[in-house]
Structure formats: structure tokens, C-alpha cells
T-cell receptor
């Protein structure tokens, strides 16, 4: 079936440290993955994406890693800041299913000042 | 550049009633998708509208319906409201129907409470 899940419900990290958020997906046909950040009272905000023909992509302070062999996705945040406190979702795009996004449950990141 | 805007921000309805939620897409975007987000869960795809027609639908009953207008704005209508319809309803816009071509940009949602 189509499912995206996150391993850890809550991640507490000290300000300035690096954060790693993990995500497992089950559909090997998924060919596009996105990380979203959702702050309280707001909609999901696009962070970074990666296509299935890549295994790593870097943005500003963020890196996404894709391991298709074990169907695993991770988001690394460098030098975590208080503004990074939010819920993070990974989502997969299944083109055969009409280009809809399938989201996991989310992973709460709490940055300790 | 104007982002995705949704109205109203909050809404309280009674079971059995009908509701209409509205969304204005980001400037330059022609596709609108609707998602339902229950508390503590990830968003669930309801449907997508492109060129004023439904283009893909998730596992939601027919009492969830929508419209897209020539200016690309959209409405989500829910009939015969049930308690389980209480959720945050998110609208997202993009250019074209493929997420790879244009990542979805979300509004801040409408919080619907059904009592």
C-alpha cells in the first residue's frame, strides 16, 4: 500500500546541535519525496525535496538523504535554531496515483535554548 | 507574490449541516489541492482541481465536493457534516498537476469543528 511513517514522535535537541529526522516509506513506486515543516497554527511549509534518481540533496542548513534500498528518508538540520521547533512531515509523491502527496504522521522537534 | 489564502480561519458547525470553505491560490498557480488534517496526524489528500475539473480524488465520500473557478480559486463543500469531519482543512496550490514540477504551497487552513 501507500504509506509514509516517521520513527520518532518527538525529538528534543539543544540549540546549535544538529537534528536528524527519519522517515520510512513503503511504496517502492514513489519517485519524489518532500519534507514539510509545520508550525503551530500554520500550514505545512516546503523545506526541501528530492527525486528518486538522487540519494542526497542539500539546501540552506538542511540535507535530505534518500536510501531506496531500505526505503528510508532523512532530514538533517545543521545548527538547529529555536525557530526550527515545529512538526516535520515527510511526504511521498506517487505519480501513478494522480500526483497526490501521501504524508506521514509527523515528528515534533523541540529546540532547547 | 501573494500566497495561498483560506477563509474562514475557524468555523463551528452542527452535525448534519453543510459547510463551504474557500481558497485563493498563489499567484501564478493554476492547480488547487485540498487536504484534511486531523489533530496529531499528517494531511490526507481529498482531491485536486485543474482546469476547473476534479483531477484525482482520495478516499473521501461523495459528500465532499469541490469547485475551481476561472481565476483558479477553489471551494470545498462538505454536506451532512459528521463529528469526524472536525479537522484542519488545508488548501495547496501549484503550477500543473505534477508535484515534481511545482511543489505544493499550502495555506494556513480552516479549522472546522463539528458539534
Amino acid at each position: 500500500g501507500e504509506s509514509v511513517g516517521l520513527h520518532l514522535p518527538t525529538l528534543s535537541v539543544q540549540e546549535g546541535d544538529n537534528s536528524i529526522i527519519n522517515c520510512a516509506y513503503s511504496n517502492s513506486a514513489s519517485d519524489y519525496f518532500i519534507w514539510y515543516k509545520q508550525e503551530s497554527g500554520k500550514g505545512p511549509q516546503f523545506i526541501i525535496d528530492i527525486r528518486s534518481n538522487m540519494d542526497k540533496r542539500q539546501g540552506q542548513r538542511v540535507t535530505v538523504l534518500l536510501n531506496k534500498t531500505v526505503k528510508h528518508l532523512s532530514l538533517q538540520i545543521a545548527a538547529t535554531q529555536p525557530g526550527d521547533s515545529a512538526v516535520y512531515f515527510c511526504a511521498e509523491n506517487i505519480e501513478s496515483a494522480g500526483n497526490r502527496l501521501a504524508f506521514g504522521k509527523g515528528n515534533q522537534v523541540v529546540v532547547i535554548p | 507574490e501573494t500566497g495561498v489564502t483560506q477563509s474562514p480561519t475557524h468555523l463551528i458547525k452542527t452535525r448534519g449541516q453543510q459547510v463551504t470553505l474557500r481558497c485563493s491560490s498563489q499567484s501564478g498557480h493554476n492547480t488547487v489541492s485540498w487536504y484534511q488534517q486531523a489533530l496529531g496526524q499528517g494531511p490526507q489528500f481529498i482531491f485536486q482541481y485543474y482546469r476547473e475539473e476534479e483531477n484525482g480524488r482520495g478516499n473521501f465520500p461523495p459528500r465532499f465536493s469541490g469547485l475551481q473557478f476561472p481565476n483558479y480559486s477553489s471551494e470545498l463543500n462538505v454536506n451532512a457534516l459528521e463529528l469526524d469531519d472536525s479537522a484542519l482543512y488545508l488548501c495547496a496550490s501549484s503550477w500543473g498537476v505534477g508535484a515534481k514540477n511545482s511543489p505544493l504551497h499550502f495555506g494556513n487552513g480552516t479549522r472546522l469543528t463539528v458539534t
